[in-house]
């Protein structure tokens, strides 16, 4: 029985949301507006031009302009909404023609009594695909999916979640190929694409076994002893599509094979399409559209009111994370309208400036550690990979000449404050407990003391690629 709980209990991650967007407008009333000017680089980047930063006039965003911005957030996010809606509704086709549950039971008989195995298995899988190719929100509509699998073979919702997204993320921070961040990163900074492969395949590697130590670890508890799982006594909605012995006894039927062939066909589009031929958002929500309907048809000879049923109740269960999008994004629509973004990213890289001619001989790795932690600030304002690339690499880049360490680790410092810290800030918190449909405290609670020690990790491979000259 569990005990009902007294005091403080955490607001909802809408309420927290909007109380951080009411921080965001006070500070446009605190912070002087200011702006780099920008221009277009050889490879059609609107950039920064280093040393342009110049103080504008103030315009702090009023109470009306606080939720105007709101809607703006919505609008600017529309097409990350819908993608995350259309990548779920494809995988929902799977889970009701049964496919998915048939395509996991075949996996689990494979492993026998290692069912366990499946936890680094898949973040090894995530993990490869997202430093390669940068999948990252082509994995949304899998963690509900996994979400309701982890449970089922007595795990909790996290652990189905981290499965996933942790796995991905990390490879995404860990790139070794990422176009969307290094390659715009080394594009800008004068770095030839991609630089140091050895190097960085190395950093994969130790991050994505830290990832998985630390899931696996936090599993085998949750699984030994359920009262251990930081979801212990919170009321959750999970939806299981089958328990592990329907799982375990799940055998695909000619119509589910050609199903599976049918994702594995999507699977390489995402792939080729995303590496060849620059397909990102919306050409990502159309294949998947197309690939609902293909499955839908190919699985179950579904008819248009049944699509349409499943359409809307896969809208429905994604609804309430896809919405985080939206109402996160209204933080840096606020910082954006009331002019302070790039002040911040002024006032961070100041301090590394000073501190090249005051060190001596340690400057170079107190800088380089310095500007990972300049970078990991400025992913809480600029959640953007390219676009955070676009307007600090023409600052860092040249900063790095005067600090007296090579652009290629500038690029390093940017790939990791840009990328692990994705799931410590706001954005990545709200976003991946609402697609979970857990508080967000919870997992917070889980993916914070992973960041500390991912944070050292960074730090001893700064100092590494210092040493090295990287």
Not at 16 to 22: D, H, K
Not at 24 to 45: C, F, H, K, M
Not at 117 to 141: D, N, Q, R, W
Request: glycine share 10%; with cysteine.
């Amino acid at each position: 029985m569990t005990k009902s709980k007294t005091g403080f209990q955490m607001p909802h991650n809408y309420v927290v949301i909007f109380s951080i967007i009411i921080l965001a407008a006070i500070l446009t009333w605190v912070i002087p507006a200011g702006s780099y000017d920008r221009v277009q680089d050889e490879q059609n980047y609107t950039v920064v031009v280093d040393g342009s930063f110049h103080y504008t006039e103030a315009t702090p965003v009023g109470p009306f302009e606080l939720f105007e911005s709101m809607a703006q957030g919505f609008n600017e996010v529309a097409d990350i909404i819908f993608f995350i809606i259309f990548a779920y509704a494809w995988i929902n086709i799977l889970l009701i023609n049964g496919t998915f549950n048939a395509m996991v039971g075949g996996i689990m008989r494979s492993l026998g009594d290692k069912v366990e195995l499946l936890i680094p298995v898949l973040m090894i899988c995530f993990g490869i695909l997202g430093s390669t190719m940068g999948m990252a929100e082509e994995t949304y509509g899998l963690i509900p999916a996994f979400v309701g699998i982890a449970v089922a073979l007595g795990y909790d919702a996290i652990v189905g979640g981290a499965m996933v997204y942790v796995g991905a993320a990390t490879g995404f921070a860990s790139a070794t190929l990422n176009p969307f961040t290094i390659g715009v990163a080394m594009g800008i900074a004068g770095v030839e694409y991609p630089y140091g492969i050895v190097f960085r395949v190395l950093i994969l590697v130790v991050f994505e076994a830290v990832a998985i130590f630390y899931v696996w670890r936090y599993a085998r508890k949750v699984r030994a002893d359920p009262t251990k799982s930081l979801l212990y006594g919170t009321k959750l909605e999970i939806q299981i599509s089958a328990t592990r012995e329907e799982l375990e006894k799940a055998h695909m039927n000619f119509r589910q094979k050609l199903c599976c062939i049918c994702f594995l066909i999507t699977v390489f589009f995402i792939v080729y399409g995303t590496t060849q031929w620059g397909w990102y958002i919306n050409q990502l929500s159309a294949l998947f559209i197309v690939s609902m309907l293909v499955t839908a048809v190919v699985g179950g000879g579904m008819g248009p009111n049944d699509i349409a049923n499943a359409f809307v109740q896969a809208a429905r269960d994604m609804m309430f994370g896809a919405l985080v999008v939206g109402l996160s994004r209204g933080i840096v629509v606020v910082l954006t309208n009331g002019g302070v973004i790039d002040t911040i990213i002024y006032g961070l890289s100041l301090p590394l400036a000073g501190m090249a001619t005051t060190l001596g001989s340690l400057s170079r790795y107190v800088c380089a550690i310095g500007m990972l932690l300049v970078q990991n600030i400025i992913n809480c304002f600029v959640g953007s990979g390219s676009g955070q690339a676009s307007a600090v690499m023409p600052i860092m880049a040249p900063l790095s000449d005067l600090i007296g360490i090579s652009r290629q680790t500038a690029v390093l410092a940017f790939q990791f404050g840009d990328g692990y810290s994705n799931m410590f800030w706001p954005n990545g918190i709200f976003l991946i407990s609402g697609l979970m449909n857990i508080p967000a405290n919870k997992w917070f609670r889980f993916v914070a003391p992973l960041f500390g020690i991912m944070l050292v990790f960074q730090m001893v491979f700064m100092c590494i690629a210092v040493a090295i000259g990287f």
